[in-house]
């Protein structure tokens, strides 16, 4: 058998070491960068993924795009991790944190070819992740406080202007930022006000054109009342949030009843339907008013909701019933069987409150609308659209925003977008990298250096010309940073990339703002991926196991 001679004593094992595994690492991330690259910023293209059996997703959002690839190279994982770690914890910035951590980690791998040691490479890195960071907060970052509601308005636009949505920014902008300032809440006896991105349920509508979404206050379920003979509106309600199915109670599988007398047959078929209507009368008597089951209710039990004048609503989505829990302060039930004595309870406590629940009917649906919660304050967006590929884009657009927005308000201050803080970061890095005597300044050079990809791609993406607008931007930050204090050209801090005209301007002025935590994570994320895969110098990967080849014949 041919063995491998740098596995060594390793059989079955194929063993890559050295400048080749780094140059293999570098080739996966700059691959998954690339699938990206084109997608970032307002002019930035889609792309349309389809999987084995034909679905198809259409989407410029770095994370979902990455997420749909099945990528096989353990390196290229990493950043399809890294993607989603960002969309989870920031919402928004998927794209540019790829595409830095990959220009990060093939500069790293031009310094290692000029014989400096990693470890170097790696202290150097993470002193400029360090200053940049620090620099970002205190410079560059303005307090929202100074800049009012539009600073948020423009905040959501600078999100949306890379989506979907970006041409109806004028309606979907202020929709996000009152959805998000509906969800306010402030936890008992502390001071940290919360603004929870899952308190906004979005909902999809078929039809009409993307201008005619709405915005509602209130939790919206899209369902309607299991019968017509129903309320449609309790104020005060007593919300029951069951997880369990009410409908006629049957047999297991492989249960078997011998029957002598016929009429025993027929006591066993009421005492099926007795058993769901004696779980209802028990919700009821608890003070259930409204009840909202995930599964289904059974046609002949619907009457005695009628009766108590109740409200019963079925096949209601689980994730929709979990987050109007967290709002109501109910329990969702499961199981009504008491552990202590085994009879079928239903406890009061289980119950949550609202100001009412009403159904209403929102352009062609129906919906039932849950106003006033009293725990979490709630509202609700309803997107329409031509079809779901559109709904689908439009609803992780939204998403997007509203994690931005999160972050602009709990963190209060936002920095100018539009490649502006990258340049800026970039100049003050290199004027950095100049103070130290040390082999580190090569490498804050070249982490100063990754930081123009983002300006870079922006500008091509416009097709506009990117050497020539990054030039004169390093200018004037350049200029910026060099000024005294109350010195007019201090105002060149702020300055970014117009990508429609193809020149630079105060982007702080124009409104293109973003927050600035996730500036901050997106350069720590980058610098993090970049240094786990630069730290790497040795791979072994054990070949899976031959097997054995089934015959045909089935001998």
């Known amino acids: 058998m041919f063995r491998n001679p740098a596995?060594?004593?390793?059989?079955?094992?194929?063993?890559?070491?050295?400048?080749?595994?780094?140059?293999?690492?570098?080739?996966?991330?700059?691959?998954?960068?690339?699938?990206?690259?084109?997608?970032?910023?307002?002019?930035?293209?889609?792309?349309?993924?389809?999987?084995?059996?034909?679905?198809?997703?259409?989407?410029?959002?770095?994370?979902?795009?990455?997420?749909?690839?099945?990528?096989?190279?353990?390196?290229?994982?990493?950043?399809?991790?890294?993607?989603?770690?960002?969309?989870?914890?920031?919402?928004?910035?998927?794209?540019?944190?790829?595409?830095?951590?990959?220009?990060?980690?093939?500069?790293?791998?031009?310094?290692?070819?000029?014989?400096?040691?990693?470890?170097?490479?790696?202290?150097?890195?993470?002193?400029?992740?360090?200053?940049?960071?620090?620099?970002?907060?205190?410079?560059?970052?303005?307090?929202?406080?100074?800049?009012?509601?539009?600073?948020?308005?423009?905040?959501?636009?600078?999100?949306?202007?890379?989506?979907?949505?970006?041409?109806?920014?004028?309606?979907?902008?202020?929709?996000?930022?009152?959805?998000?300032?509906?969800?306010?809440?402030?936890?008992?006896?502390?001071?940290?006000?919360?603004?929870?991105?899952?308190?906004?349920?979005?909902?999809?509508?078929?039809?009409?054109?993307?201008?005619?979404?709405?915005?509602?206050?209130?939790?919206?379920?899209?369902?309607?009342?299991?019968?017509?003979?129903?309320?449609?509106?309790?104020?005060?309600?007593?919300?029951?949030?069951?997880?369990?199915?009410?409908?006629?109670?049957?047999?297991?599988?492989?249960?078997?009843?011998?029957?002598?007398?016929?009429?025993?047959?027929?006591?066993?078929?009421?005492?099926?339907?007795?058993?769901?209507?004696?779980?209802?009368?028990?919700?009821?008597?608890?003070?259930?008013?409204?009840?909202l089951t995930t599964k289904g209710i059974d046609d002949l039990c619907l009457k005695a909701f009628v009766e108590a004048g109740a409200m019963a609503v079925r096949r209601c989505k689980k994730e929709d019933l979990r987050r109007l829990a967290k709002a109501t302060g109910a329990t969702m039930v499961a199981d009504m069987t008491s552990i202590d004595t085994g009879e079928e309870v239903f406890d009061p406590a289980s119950l949550g409150t609202a100001d009412e629940v009403v159904q209403e009917r929102i352009s062609d649906d129906e919906c039932i609308l849950i106003k006033g919660t009293k725990l979490v304050q709630t509202s609700s967006i309803i997107l329409r659209g031509a079809n779901d590929y559109m709904l689908d884009e439009m609803e992780r657009a939204v998403h997007d925003v509203l994690s931005a927005l999160k972050q602009v308000m709990e963190s209060g201050s936002v920095v100018a977008g539009g490649g502006a803080t990258e340049v800026a970061l970039s100049i003050y890095l290199e004027n950095f990298a100049g103070t130290l005597g040390s082999r580190e300044q090569l490498a804050i050079g070249e982490f100063a250096q990754a930081l123009l990809t983002i300006p870079k791609t922006l500008a091509v993406n416009a097709a506009k010309d990117s050497t020539d607008l990054v030039a004169k931007l390093r200018s004037y930050h350049s200029a910026a940073q060099r000024a005294p204090v109350g010195d007019p050209k201090k105002a060149l801090m702020h300055y970014g990339l117009d990508l429609f005209k193809g020149e630079p301007r105060d982007n702080l002025r124009a409104g293109i703002l973003e927050p600035t935590i996730s500036k901050i994570r997106s350069l720590k994320s980058a610098y993090e991926a970049a240094v786990s895969l630069l730290r790497i110098d040795d791979s072994l990967q054990v070949a899976p196991e031959q097997q054995a080849e089934a015959d045909p014949h089935g001998h």
Not at 156 to 184: G, R, Y
Not at 225 to 245: E, G
Not at 261 to 266: I, K, Q, V
């Open 7 to 291: 596995a060594g004593a390793l059989l079955g094992v194929t063993r890559v070491n050295g400048q080749d595994v780094r140059d293999q690492n570098v080739i996966a991330a700059q691959s998954i960068a690339n699938i990206v690259r084109s997608s970032l910023g307002p002019l930035g293209l889609d792309k349309m993924m389809v999987d084995n059996i034909g679905e198809v997703t259409i989407s410029n959002d770095g994370a979902t795009i990455l997420g749909l690839l099945a990528v096989e190279n353990p390196a290229g994982r990493i950043f399809v991790e890294l993607a989603q770690k960002q969309d989870k914890e920031v919402g928004d910035g998927t794209t540019s944190v790829v595409l830095i951590a990959a220009e990060l980690l093939r500069r790293a791998n031009e310094l290692v070819k000029q014989k400096i040691h990693p470890t170097t490479i790696i202290t150097g890195y993470r002193q400029a992740c360090k200053e940049a960071c620090k620099f970002l907060a205190e410079q560059l970052s303005v307090k929202i406080d100074s800049l009012g509601r539009d600073a948020l308005i423009n905040a959501a636009k600078t999100s949306m202007s890379s989506k979907i949505l970006s041409d109806d920014a004028d309606i979907f902008a202020p929709m996000a930022v009152d959805a998000m300032l509906a969800v306010k809440h402030q936890a008992d006896g502390t001071k940290t006000v919360k603004y929870p991105v899952k308190a906004v349920n979005v909902l999809k509508a078929h039809g009409k054109s993307a201008r005619e979404s709405l915005f509602i206050k209130g939790f919206a379920l899209n369902c309607t009342v299991a019968s017509q003979a129903m309320k449609t509106r309790i104020v005060n309600p007593k919300i029951a949030i069951l997880d369990m199915n009410l409908q006629k109670a049957r047999m297991h599988l492989g249960v078997q009843i011998l029957v002598e007398n016929p009429d025993a047959l027929e006591e066993i078929r009421k005492r099926e339907s007795e058993i769901t209507l004696e779980r209802i009368r028990k919700i009821l008597a608890a003070g259930a008013n409204v009840v």
